[in-house]
């Protein structure tokens, strides 16, 4: 896997990983995998930037869940540095914000490292193929304003139309992750 100066290259091939979920199952690279569009985005219960984003989050797994996308969240912070990244604590957050998608903890950090993630929150779209088309942020304010850029959703509407993203990286804005791996 080749991860260039921020993150994965576009067209890299979808990181092989299996990781524990608040759901109580593992998840996998491979149990992920159907046909359509993946969707994983590094996450972090303590970050001020994923709580100001997790609602157009989860309203956009819920509306593309129909079109046969798939979302995972990746939580990657060393817990001994925000203990609020903890399993428990991501248990609660998922049935809380009632996340439609696995919320996977990723305890040493490897998985953000193969990803080269570096910030939350920080999303990965891979289409049928397993390659990667876009990488940033969800959209362009975190604050929700009034010239909202949808990275994201542009992005997923595009790429289910058979059509290429516009803007297949945009500007990543959140907390740095701290996991055991140092990324």
């Not at 994923?50 to 969240?73: H, P, Q, S, Y």
């Not at 490292?113 to 390659?131: H, M």
Request: one cysteine or more.
């Amino acid at each position: 896997m080749t991860a260039g100066q921020h993150g994965l290259d576009l067209g890299a091939l979808l990181p092989a990983f299996s990781l524990p979920a608040t759901d109580g199952q593992m998840h996998s690279s491979e149990s992920l995998a159907s046909q359509g569009l993946l969707v994983i985005l590094f996450l972090a219960n303590h970050c001020p930037y994923v709580a100001a984003w997790e609602d157009r989050i989860v309203a956009i797994a819920n509306e593309f869940a129909d079109r046969g996308v798939t979302f995972a969240g990746i939580s990657s912070n060393d817990v001994t540095r925000h203990p609020q990244d903890g399993q428990e604590r991501m248990r609660r957050r998922a049935r809380e914000k009632n996340y439609p998608f696995p919320y996977l903890y990723d305890e040493d950090g490897a998985v953000a490292a193969a990803f080269g993630a570096t910030r939350t929150p920080e999303v990965f779209v891979f289409d049928a193929t397993r390659r990667l088309r876009y990488h940033g942020a969800v959209d362009s304010d975190y604050e929700e304003g009034s010239h909202l850029q949808n990275y994201l959703r542009d992005a997923l509407d595009r790429l289910g139309t058979g059509q290429s993203v516009f803007q297949p990286e945009t500007p990543l804005v959140g907390c740095r992750i701290e996991s055991r791996q140092g990324s």
